[in-house]
């Protein structure tokens, strides 16, 4: 199915979302459209799916001009969209979730079973591996992601909208979900993909759409453009991607783990079931040392959490053992507000649930952690909070970090990913460290503001600060490390120069070592 | 300015409670202008009406403080009105047992009682909560009638005095006894109730104020109500906050016992409180957990009980319980503002949509949540 949009202009109150765009998505290929956030791209996608109407411009599906005022248009032309966040009812099986809103059968007898026979037939004819009568909870992300696809395959998509597919998606998923888009486009399907991720439009897509502040700006063949030419496109300057840094040059070890084990959390009975009584870490050993930047890599979930988390001192104290030595100290008896005033900086992995107090101001987040002692109160075991003292540090870290907009006063929940991050690493960064902890830095952030993160790392490191990395992108892992470690199942898999090694090296240590092909990942 | 903005939505519920409160009257049959006349005449009168306004005013103050400091930590405190109990009675208990001690010492002693004592009640739920998990508010309503009974056994067993029909305890002492505003104000005549506890009331607003907001504890307790997580990650002690917030939420609801003990009756009287605690949510609701707010509140829903009267006595139909219909319809719209809100914020869409994407939010139906990767509002 080919898909054109002519001349589509959407508003929202004062601000132009799509201005005049146009793009056209010819049949049977991969076309990935690319921006930063708040480019426009998941506005244009809505109105193609019938979400928004757009103001003005026409939407034409196989060169027929069509209205399409609600998903149901849409889905009534062959029109899918698969949403970053999944859209199944969690307790119910797959054939349930995929019929919902289009049951077969009369309305007194529901007939379960011709759908999961079809069901099953467009598994296997796209080679998706998903058991209809598997109940949606038990699958994997990935496998969820793969009940998406099929509800739409069900409806008859013949294009199909995918946004922020591989978010979170492990790197071998992300190979093998792939391959699927691949075997539809075979079958003569249209795939959109709407991503942030360069190094995917490269190994997907056929055609690239590069959008910024609500225009196309660049229409491109996949093979004909490099990533720095679409980096440049999306942010509209030149964008340095690797990372420039010296050599780092070592001190005395500030952090020496020896033997660290975690337990899994007493949890639910259903939780223990699936992951039984496993350890979340098993008897890691490492240590980063002054002035260098130690990086963690690693499928998520095989341990990477937990480790920053026991390192912070957010574990109870009874699920973990092993010793943790913080310059030449025990601090496995600190508690989180006692191991921060030792100098250990923390970074959450997620923002949202960790790292920020949304309601709050930027001023009230900037303090988080060192709320209760100078400068955010006048001397030490005083209880009135300064707030003058509260507002100079907060302005401090909105002007280092160039967090925008720069009014201390707004809420936090104001503020893009991007911005929100660079509070974040402002404050922490500001303690000043001698360790940093610092999970996911990038995570949905814009490529401006990765570049702005990846050489504040780097400079806090020529500080003489140690730095433990903790990042699902291989290319950030690898580009910011002086040493990597490879962590699965618990375990260290092996640890490499990142300078030298191939990412190939590292899945094949990160899926536990088994050729591609027959890794199984356990979880 | 931003105050104002806050006061908006509690006011327009309370002009909508008051229009179909109009409209129920009418229903009945009586005159709307004449009920709502006597209903705000007779609660701003001078001086008995301003007077018994401020006098039922002050348990609310102290109740719905009690519940807006809890909420503000992200506790829901069911049990103000066990906890007043508690605290009441302990303040009559100094009061008999210290009878001879001199005022100076006596009602401090006896304010330590009330605020000791709902803050120990208020603990209990807490420390539930912090140890085992258990819910606050499935304990909270569960201690409330603990308390009621606890307090009903003691009087009636051991603190009412030989042949007194009434189910009260002996009289305090009368050191413990604190002055009625009457003896300060001239014209204000000694009869009416209202003493320094209001005034103590609006102290404790300002400090419940001052402490969220102005202290280290206090941002501890919102953060700790805000993002749990994120608190724990700023090296805050979640058990700890969690009993401390119940502890001062309880001190507050306590404090109901120096007004009534110590400045109304001087004994503990049994089932004295018209359900000040419950009374409690709905003026935190309705002043937004504020204590600013809260103090509003509590006035309003006071000049609707000292209303009521004169209603119930001076109209053909309509009984005093028109109060209960508009106390319930001010909450029921309070609850809807939600309603009010988001209809408000289309309104303001149209106008301000600029704000959220110049600050590089994808654009989204919803309001500009938490902007990256989890925006909850995305589709």
Known sequence: MKLELRGITKRFGAVLANDHLDITI???????????????????????????????????????????????????????????????????????????????????????????????????????????????????????QRVELLKALYRRAEL???????????????????????????????VIIITHKLSEVLAISDNVTVMRDGRVVGNVRTRETTPAELARLMVGRDVLLRVDKPPATPGAAVLTVRD???AAPPASAASRQLRRDRLRLDKVSFEVRAGEIVGVAGVEGNGQTELVEALAGLLPESQVSG????????????????????????????????GLLLEFSLAENA????????????????????????????ELVIREFDVRPPNASL??????????????????????????????????????????????????????????LVSAELEEVTALADRLLVLHNGRIAGEVDPARVTHEHIGLLMTGGHAPGEAERDS | MKALGELRFPLIAVLCAFAVGALVVALIGDS???????????AFSWPDGIGYTLFFATPLIFTGLAVAVALRGGLLNIGAEGQLYVASFATAWVGITFANLPAVVLVPLCCLAAIGGGALWGAIPGILKARFGSHEVINTIMLNFVAVALVGYLTQYHYRMPGDPIMETSPVGAGAHIPRLGAFIPGLPARIPLNVAFLLALLSCWLVYVLLWKTKWGYEIRATGQNPAAAEYGGVSIRREIVLTMAISGALAG????????????????????????????????????????????????????????????????????????????????????????????????????????????????PPAGAGQSAPGKI
């Open chain 1, 26 to 144: 010819p049949s049977a290929t991969i076309h990935a459209i690319v921006g930063e956030n708040g480019a426009g791209k998941s506005t244009a996608m809505r109105i193609a799916y019938g979400f928004y109407t757009a103001d003005s411009g026409d939407i034409l599906v196989d060169d027929q001009v069509r209205d399409i005022r609600a998903p149901l248009d849409a889905i009534a032309l062959g029109i899918g969209m698969v949403h970053q966040h999944f859209m199944l009812v969690r307790p119910m099986t797959v054939t349930e979730n995929i019929v919902l809103g289009a049951e077969p059968g009369s309305a007194i007898a529901l007939d379960l079973r011709k759908a999961a026979a079809s069901i099953r037939a467009l598994s296997e004819e796209f080679r998706l591996a998903v058991d209809p009568d598997a109940i949606v909870e038990d699958l994997s992300v990935g496998q969820q």
């Open chain 1, 160 to 190: 199909l909208i995918l946004d922020e597919p591989t978010a979170v998606l492990t790197p071998r998923e992300v190979e093998e979900f792939f391959a699927i888009l691949r075997r539809m486009r075979g079958q003569g399907k249209t």
């Open chain 1, 260 to 262: 660290l084990s975690i």
């Open chain 1, 323 to 354: 010793a943790i030595s913080f310059g030449g100290r025990d601090i496995r008896p600190l508690d989180a507000r006692r191991r921060r005033e030792a100098g250990i900086a923390h970074v959450p992995e997620d923002r949202h649930r960790r």
């Open chain 1, 367 to 394: 303090i988080l952690g060192v709320h209760y002692r100078p400068p955010a109160v006048n001397h030490v075991g005083a209880v009135l909070l300064n707030q003058q003292a509260i507002e100079r540090r907060a």
């Open chain 1, 411 to 468: 809420p936090a929940r104001a503020l893009s990913g991007g911005n929100q991050q660079k509070l974040i690493i402002g404050r922490e960064f500001g303690l000043p460290p001698l360790l940093l902890l610092i999970s996911q830095p990038t995570r949905g952030v814009d490529i401006g503001a990765i570049e702005f993160i990846h050489r504040k790392i780097v400079a806090l490191r020529d500080a003489g600060c140690a730095v433990l």
């Open chain 2, 32 to 42: 709307p202008v004449e009920t709502y006349r006597l209903l705000l005449g007779s």
């Open chain 2, 255 to 366: 404090m109901v016992g120096i007004n009534e003990v110590l400045g109304y009756r001087y004994r503990y009287y049994d089932g004295f409180s018209d359900n000040y605690g419950f009374t409690g949510i709905a003026v935190a609701l309705l002043g937004r957990n504020h204590p600013f707010g809260v103090v509003v509140a509590a006035l309003l829903f006071a000049v609707l009980q000292r209303g009521g009267v004169p209603v119930d006595a001076f109209t053909q139909l309509v009984s005093k319980d028109i109060v209960l219909i508009l106390q319930a319809l001010v909450i029921l719209f309070v609850a809807a503002e939600a309603m009010f809100r988001s209809a408000g914020s289309r309104q303001r869409a149209a106008g301000s949509k600029g704000k959220s994407a110049a600050v590089g939010a994808d654009l989204q139906v919803g």
